[in-house]
């Protein structure tokens, strides 16, 4: 922790100079001391020497035991004196006191000229000699020294021993009291390097903890003003400036953020174009008013709104336009309803409507005003003038309306059927409905495509096209076929699955999957050795839709993979409905003219079930016309179907094109076909469509034939 830290720093950091300095001068001082001590009882030592020898010179020199005696027992008693004892010229004791142990001196005591000391463990001895003084006359009379002491007569020795247990105990308590003064210092010095470290650590520790509170997220902790002017005051400034600093730009950054938020759950939950709820906006409310239809009882209208010509504004004046359209239709019907209704653009030009606690009158009556409003609104772009409609699908959401998902399924259908009978229609969903019925037929069979696309349960067949007229014809022509097999493996012809491919823009999937397979027969090795052994060419015709004509995507990847290809195109011809070219001239055009750089051709199917197709005849380049099976099937007992057959085929020729009459079902309309020189004809009658298997077995056959 940082707290304990910093003031235990500032504490060593106090503590620690004063113990080294007071120790090193304890130390110093209790060696002196030590050693005075020391001087002091060695000088006594030598004094009492000094003072002894002089006094018993006499005792000495006369043998007077008495003198000597009391001179000894007075020198015992000094302080720190263990023993004395006096020694005559030749090392013999004469007399001593006290309990000294003599033998401990040296053996050569007479060797000993001056006062000299020995050390033993626990005292002192002094030795000193003892000197006979002389006294002479000068010429006057007076006495005077003869000889210096060192000359003079040695007589005898003093010994003298001291105990050093006094020293030694003096020598202690200077220690302890060293060490007791060293203590009381250092609690002292502790003391007071612990008040100081609180006064110098409290500001940090005070400015710490505001920090790190601050960096915890807490912006409104400041500092405790410390109230001076030093470094410590102008830190807490500091911080509490910065502290204020971040806490203004945090609040401006929630702020930010709080806004930022409030947009996006606005985003998520409105249209950007519209301002209007969007499609999960919708669903959330919807679902919540479908739970209280279900636990209370409650009846609210459910509307799915299309804008009827939306398409042709956008087309016309572009996506600008059709957004200010939908912006200005979204303002309108907004303004009719109440507040409490839900009004969202689920997407593109669809919008729904819900309408809570409404009955089924009133809900009519809401979606029709709604209409009429669209109705009667004149969209103006650019001096254009354009009139809007929509279709309304309505549904009423009860107890026993099912699920949200069954309610939007339903209010789109019924919007479907609304358009389906002219638009700008109110359609009320009714579960009896023969339009929805078949709607939901259609929604079913995309179901059932997609499945049937990734099981790949599609299959290829041909029918042949055969020459009307007696004359050998230099190619082979057949028509390929597409066939959908279901899950119990039954053959499902395209006339029923084909409307809601086409309706619900599945068929560039279904084309593609057409041709990439026919592909494979016109490229087969068989094929070829057919065409080499015969001498004779092979055209395989493929239907496409307007659909995927118009798919940028489609006719891309076909171009590719005839470029990928030399010499396929020159074995395909692309069979195009009539009302499929009528759809988009422009388009289908631009298409026929860029695959027949690749040698493809093309036939015009269905022709003369459209209202203008011989104004439109003249404006598509095609290779063959494919009369309407319409007029073929009963030409021979009809005459306005046979008048039809010949005008056609009169047409054609002028035009420079063939003709291939659909659905011969009888020799007699094969005769009538070859009177009127119709070239080709196709139906059940002359082969009836095979798997595509068997085409490959027929041509290997013809080429093994023909070797």
Same mark, same amino acid.
């Given at each position: 922790?940082?707290?304990?830290?910093?003031?235990?720093?500032?504490?060593?950091?106090?503590?620690?100079?004063?113990?080294?300095?007071?120790?090193?001068?304890?130390?110093?001082?209790?060696?002196?001391?030590?050693?005075?001590?020391?001087?002091?009882?060695?000088?006594?030592?030598?004094?009492?020497?000094?003072?002894?020898?002089?006094?018993?010179?006499?005792?000495?020199?006369?043998?007077?035991?008495?003198?000597?005696?009391?001179?000894?027992?007075?020198?015992?008693?000094?302080?720190?004196?263990?023993?004395?004892?006096?020694?005559?010229?030749?090392?013999?004791?004469?007399?001593?006191?006290?309990?000294?142990?003599?033998?401990?001196?040296?053996?050569?005591?007479?060797?000993?000229?001056?006062?000299?000391?020995?050390?033993?463990?626990?005292?002192?001895?002094?030795?000193?000699?003892?000197?006979?003084?002389?006294?002479?006359?000068?010429?006057?009379?007076?006495?005077?020294?003869? $000889?210096?002491?060192?000359?003079? %007569?040695?007589?005898?020795?003093? +010994? @003298?021993? *001291?105990?050093?247990?006094? =020293? &030694? /105990?003096? $020598?202690?308590?200077?220690?302890? %009291?060293?060490?007791?003064?060293? +203590? @009381?210092? *250092?609690?002292?010095?502790? =003391? &007071? /390097?612990?008040?100081?470290?609180?006064?110098?650590?409290?500001?940090?520790?005070?400015?710490?903890?505001?920090?790190?509170?601050?960096?915890? /997220?807490?912006?409104?902790?400041?500092?405790?003003?410390?109230?001076?002017?030093?470094?410590?005051?102008?830190?807490?400034?500091?911080?509490?400036?910065?502290?204020?600093?971040?806490?203004?730009?945090?609040?401006?950054?929630?702020?930010?953020?709080?806004?930022?938020?409030?947009?996006?759950?606005?985003?998520?939950?409105?249209?950007?174009?519209?301002?209007?709820?969007?499609?999960?906006?919708?669903?959330?409310?919807?679902?919540?008013?479908?739970?209280?239809?279900?636990?209370?009882?409650?009846?609210?209208?459910?509307?799915?709104?299309?804008?009827?010509?939306?398409?042709?504004?956008?087309?016309?004046?572009?996506?600008?336009?059709?957004?200010?359209?939908?912006?200005?239709?979204?303002?309108?019907?907004?303004?009719?309803?109440?507040?409490?209704?839900?009004?969202?653009?689920?997407?593109?030009?669809?919008?729904?409507?819900?309408?809570?606690?409404?009955?089924?009158?009133?809900?009519?009556?809401?979606?029709?005003?709604?209409?009429?409003?669209?109705?009667?609104?004149?969209?103006?772009?650019?001096?254009?003038?354009?009139?809007?409609?929509?279709?309304?699908?309505?549904?009423?959401?009860?107890?026993?309306?099912?699920?949200?998902?069954?309610?939007?399924?339903?209010?789109?259908?019924?919007?479907?059927?609304?358009?389906?009978?002219?638009?700008?229609?109110?359609?009320?969903?009714?579960?009896?409905?023969?339009?929805?019925?078949?709607?939901?037929?259609?929604?079913?069979?995309?179901?059932?495509?997609?499945?049937?696309?990734?099981?790949?349960?599609?299959?290829?067949?041909?029918?042949?096209?055969?020459?009307?007229?007696?004359?050998?014809?230099?190619?082979?022509?057949?028509?390929?076929?597409?066939?959908?097999?279901?899950?119990?493996?039954?053959?499902?012809?395209?006339?029923?699955?084909?409307?809601?491919?086409?309706?619900?823009?599945?068929?560039?999937?279904?084309?593609?999957?057409?041709?990439?397979?026919?592909?494979?027969?016109?490229?087969?090795?068989?094929?070829?050795?057919?065409?080499?052994?015969?001498?004779?060419?092979?055209?395989?015709?493929?239907?496409?839709?307007?659909?995927?004509?118009?798919?940028?995507?489609?006719?891309?990847?076909?171009?590719?993979?005839?470029?990928?290809?030399?010499?396929?195109?020159?074995?395909?011809?692309?069979?195009?409905?009539?009302?499929?070219?009528?759809?988009?001239?422009?388009?289908?055009?631009?298409?026929?003219?860029?695959?027949?750089?690749?040698?493809?051709?093309?036939?015009?199917?269905?022709?003369?079930?459209?209202?203008?197709?011989?104004?439109?005849?003249?404006?598509?380049?095609?290779?063959?016309?494919?009369?309407?099976?319409?007029?073929?099937?009963?030409?021979?007992?009809?005459?306005?179907?046979?008048?039809?057959?010949?005008?056609?085929?009169?047409?054609?020729?002028?035009?420079?094109?063939?003709?291939?009459?659909?659905?011969?079902?009888?020799?007699?309309?094969?005769?009538?076909?070859?009177?009127?020189?119709?070239?080709?004809?196709?139906?059940?009658?002359?082969?009836?469509?095979?798997?595509?298997?068997?085409?490959?077995?027929?041509?290997?056959?013809?080429?093994?034939?023909?070797?």
């Amino acid at each position: 922790m940082i707290n304990p830290g910093i003031r235990l720093r500032v504490f060593w950091l106090s503590i620690v100079p004063v113990f080294v300095t007071s120790s090193v001068l304890l130390v110093y001082l209790a060696i002196n001391k030590i050693q005075d001590l020391e001087a002091s009882l060695a000088d006594r030592g030598a004094a009492i020497i000094r003072n002894l020898a002089p006094s018993v010179e006499y005792g000495v020199i006369s043998g007077n035991p008495d003198i000597l005696e009391s001179l000894v027992e007075s020198a015992s008693k000094e302080p720190d004196v263990e023993g004395v004892a006096i020694f005559n010229s030749l090392g013999q004791p004469l007399i001593s006191a006290g309990r000294t142990d003599w033998q401990k001196l040296p053996t050569a005591i007479t060797n000993v000229k001056t006062t000299s000391r020995f050390d033993q463990d626990n005292s002192l001895i002094f030795l000193g000699p003892i000197v006979r003084t002389v006294v002479a006359l000068d010429d006057i009379g007076l006495p005077g020294e003869s $000889e210096s002491p060192a000359e003079r %007569q040695k007589v005898g020795w003093v +010994v @003298i021993e *001291l105990s050093r247990a006094t =020293l &030694l /105990g003096n $020598e202690r308590q200077v220690v302890l %009291q060293s060490l007791l003064i060293l +203590v @009381i210092g *250092l609690l002292l010095s502790a =003391l &007071l /390097g612990w008040r100081l470290g609180r006064r110098i650590t409290q500001p940090i520790l005070s400015l710490t903890h505001s920090v790190e509170r601050i960096g915890e /997220g807490h912006l409104t902790e400041r500092a405790a003003s410390t109230g001076s002017t030093d470094e410590f005051g102008i830190l807490q400034r500091g911080i509490n400036h910065m502290a204020s600093s971040l806490q203004a730009a945090h609040e401006q950054m929630q702020e930010r953020i709080d806004q930022a938020t409030a947009r996006l759950v606005y985003q998520a939950n409105h249209d950007a174009l519209t301002g209007l709820v969007n499609r999960n906006e919708f669903e959330h409310r919807l679902n919540l008013a479908l739970g209280t239809a279900q636990q209370h009882g409650r009846t609210h209208a459910l509307c799915y709104m299309d804008l009827d010509q939306f398409k042709i504004v956008n087309d016309t004046c572009g996506h600008a336009a059709g957004d200010e359209l939908l912006r200005q239709i979204a303002m309108m019907l907004k303004e009719m309803l109440r507040e409490r209704d839900t009004l969202a653009r689920l997407g593109g030009d669809e919008f729904a409507l819900l309408l809570e606690n409404c009955d089924l009158n009133d809900a009519k009556h809401v979606s029709e005003a709604c209409r009429n409003l669209v109705r009667q609104y004149r969209f103006k772009w650019e001096g254009r003038v354009f009139n809007i409609g929509m279709s309304i699908g309505l549904v009423m959401v009860d107890r026993v309306s099912g699920s949200m998902t069954d309610l939007l399924s339903a209010a789109d259908a019924a919007c479907y059927v609304a358009k389906n009978r002219g638009r700008n229609q109110v359609h009320i969903y009714q579960v009896a409905d023969s339009d929805l019925a078949r709607h939901r037929s259609e929604m079913q069979w995309v179901e059932r495509i997609n499945k049937a696309l990734e099981e790949n349960r599609f299959r290829l067949y041909w029918q042949e096209i055969k020459s009307v007229q007696p004359v050998e014809q230099k190619e082979c022509y057949f028509e390929i076929l597409l066939r959908m097999i279901d899950e119990e493996g039954n053959i499902i012809l395209p006339m029923a699955f084909i409307p809601a491919a086409e309706r619900y823009a599945l068929m560039p999937k279904l084309d593609r999957w057409t041709v990439e397979n026919a592909v494979k027969i016109c490229g087969s090795k068989v094929a070829g050795r057919f065409m080499a052994a015969n001498n004779k060419g092979c055209v395989f015709s493929v239907n496409l839709s307007g659909i995927s004509l118009k798919d940028h995507e489609f006719r891309e990847w076909l171009q590719k993979k005839l470029s990928d290809t030399p010499g396929l195109g020159e074995l395909l011809c692309f069979e195009i409905t009539e009302t499929a070219a009528i759809g988009d001239l422009v388009t289908i055009n631009n298409f026929i003219t860029e695959l027949k750089r690749f040698g493809c051709r093309f036939a015009l199917d269905d022709f003369g079930s459209g209202l203008s197709s011989f104004n439109y005849l003249k404006n598509l380049d095609v290779d063959f016309l494919k009369i309407d099976g319409a007029f073929v099937q009963d030409m021979a007992s009809d005459a306005l179907d046979f008048s039809m057959v010949e005008a056609i085929h009169y047409v054609s020729r002028k035009v420079g094109l063939k003709t291939v009459a659909e659905f011969v079902e009888s020799q007699a309309v094969l005769d009538c076909l070859r009177t009127i020189g119709v070239e080709y004809a196709q139906g059940d009658y002359l082969h009836k469509p095979e798997p595509i298997a068997l085409l490959l077995v027929k041509l290997q056959e013809s080429a093994l034939q023909s070797q």
